[in-house]
């Protein structure tokens, strides 16, 4: 092994890196977020805020481990939007024929944003995965509002 290795920038010695192999081996249960956090305060490695700069200690762990000098826990699927699981299916009554007609006999139409946990919560999920080209992962203006609603909600 060499006894510096440079890597995103930081210069590393032989012996950070067996230490850096040893400490992520005795935690096998961490997440690699939760190793990345850790990472920062071991090396007090902040921005000029003060923050920990867990994003980039994040990426310095991937890379070491794409080239194979540290071996880290398999990535967790997070669990509200576990990726590659087609979201839950909601059995809908959709209508058989579109609707059609003047605006005027429509009327009063309404705009609802449901709550979370709400049936219509979870129709208009479901009405997004089976009609949206992007599935349920939809971003912009709907993905902030349930945002904001969750965090209200709690």
């Not at 920038?9 to 939760?34: K, T, Y």
């Not at 194979?68 to 990726?83: D, E, K, Q, S, V």
Request: proline share 7%; hydrophobic share 40%.
């Amino acid at each position: 092994m060499q006894t510096e290795i440079v890597c995103q920038g930081r210069h590393l010695s032989g012996e950070q890196l067996n230490w850096l192999r040893q400490w992520v081996a005795e935690h096998p249960d961490w997440s690699r977020q939760r190793l990345a956090r850790s990472l920062c305060r071991e090396w007090n490695w902040c921005n000029g805020r003060g923050r920990l700069k867990d994003f980039a200690a994040g990426s310095l762990l991937e890379k070491l481990a794409d080239r194979g000098w540290i071996l880290l826990p398999a990535p967790r699927l997070h669990a509200r939007h576990p990726r590659g699981q087609p979201a839950r299916s909601l059995r809908l009554e959709l209508p058989s024929e579109p609707v059609q007609g003047a605006l005027s006999d429509l009327l009063p139409l309404q705009w609802i944003v449901p709550e979370p946990g709400q049936p219509a919560w979870h129709r208009f999920d479901a009405y997004l995965q089976a009609h949206h080209y992007l599935g349920l992962r939809v971003v912009g203006d709907y993905a902030q509002i349930r945002i904001m609603r969750s965090w209200s909600s709690n």
